[in-house]
């Protein structure tokens, strides 16, 4: 209860979740995607420069374990937080975050960002475990006291996410979890892919047909309320047991697992029809596409396994967080329609997300071109992450005023 009293959302009484006033850091606290996506747009420059520095000799370490961890906790972490926190309350018809509530998150998310970049992994990792814990008991506090409606089955997912990252990170705090290669391993695939890969698929399936030019795809009825749950918690535990087979052993299982629940949950779930589309619509199933390649190659080369899922990590997460991004971005300025242009512009940023992906993974097949294409890759991604801030700079900080 103490614990729970430090998070204004607990002291709310139901009759207040009508929305924020449009004023200051409430506003600003209503909407934390606003912060966090061009935060971690910003970590996301500074993870993939470290190749190119260490490779010029102005960096006093190998970065790979520092540029991992910028990547996943303070790149795609953001992008989580930033999207849950603003979404999760409006979902359950639930307060906003209070600007209390959003200055100790992304003071979190910076310490642990700050920490991973001085080589301070331990402290980064528990900042970061504190982050998402904290995200997930302001979302359950809301659900369970103040909502008015139920969330998305599929949220599930989302929060099954937020729970692997948890135990992916605060594994990573164990010594004996760095002397056991299985523990090590099981503890990566939850912080690295369990993170990301679960709430893809459940906010996916809520988001992607929004992106395709149709509704959110909300039940109709109690059943099929019922039947997108099962569903959800189906794929919840398929995916989270892939990673436990991969880490014992039986790796091609893992990864097949994961390609089927993948493949197979977005199939059922979204309705694949653009009745709208745009640039970033083919950019979003050249994401999926590439993500997906990520994770059914990598077993056949797993010795490589590490170039190869940059395909899932930046073709598949990276392109897909900025893609859903700019929908978010769009959607809240008052622009929506926005989302669907066709532009060369739009064109540009999807071709380098592509080629960034490739050129890392290629590595994996010529292992000559490693040192040339960490630069390329890294170089490629940070022109890609400058360019959609300034492309959206006016839409972070642009009001609907029509919510």
């Known amino acids: 209860m103490l614990l729970m009293s430090q998070f204004p959302a607990y002291k709310h009484t139901k009759h207040q979740a009508k929305g924020p006033r449009k004023d200051g850091l409430r506003w600003l606290a209503a909407e934390p995607y606003r912060v966090f996506f061009a935060s971690g747009a910003l970590w996301s420059i500074i993870g993939v420069s470290l190749w190119p520095l260490f490779y010029a000799q102005q960096l006093g370490f190998y970065p790979s374990l520092v540029h991992a961890r910028l990547m996943i906790e303070a790149f795609g972490g953001a992008f989580v937080v930033g999207f849950l926190g603003t979404a999760g309350p409006r979902m359950a018809t639930a307060p906003k975050l209070t600007p209390l509530e959003l200055f100790w998150l992304f003071a979190l998310h910076q310490a642990s960002g700050i920490s991973h970049l001085r080589l301070q992994h331990p402290l980064g990792d528990a900042l970061f475990v504190a982050l998402l814990f904290s995200l997930l008991l302001c979302l359950v506090i809301r659900v369970v006291k103040f909502r008015k409606e139920a969330p998305p089955p599929q949220m599930l997912l989302a929060l099954t996410g937020l729970a692997c990252g948890i135990a992916g990170a605060a594994m990573q705090l164990s010594p ?126 797993y010795a490589q396994h590490v170039s190869i899922e940059h395909l899932l990590y930046i073709g598949g997460f990276g392109m897909l967080m900025l893609i859903v991004g700019s929908r978010v971005l769009f959607g809240h300025s008052g622009d929506l329609e926005g989302f669907f242009v066709k532009s060369k512009r739009v064109r540009f940023l999807i071709f380098l997300g592509v080629l960034a992906a490739t050129t890392r993974a290629t590595p994996a097949w010529v292992p000559s071109t490693t040192v040339s294409h960490h630069i390329y890759a890294a170089i490629t991604w940070a022109l890609l992450a400058l360019f959609w801030m300034l492309w959206h700079r006016r839409r972070f900080v642009k009001r609907d005023e029509e919510e």
């Not at 391993?185 to 030019?213: D, H």
């Not at 795809?217 to 990673?243: C, E, H, N, W, Y």
């Open 176 to 301: 004996a979890t760095l002397m056991d290669p299985q523990r090590l391993r099981l503890a990566n695939l939850l912080l690295y892919q369990g993170l990301l890969l679960p709430p893809v698929l459940g906010i996916g399936s809520f988001v992607f047909p929004r992106m395709l030019g149709g509704d959110f795809g909300d039940p109709k009825t109690a059943a099929q309320s019922r039947a997108k749950l099962v569903r959800s918690i189906i794929a919840a535990m398929l995916l989270v047991s892939s990673f436990f087979l991969e880490a014992f052993g039986m790796v091609t299982l893992g990864y097949a697992v994961r390609a089927v629940v993948a493949a197979g949950y977005l199939l059922i779930e979204v309705r694949w029809k653009t009745s709208q589309s745009g640039s970033l619509t083919t950019g979003l199933f050249w994401a999926l596409i590439i993500g997906w390649l990520g994770i059914v190659l990598a077993p056949f080369h």
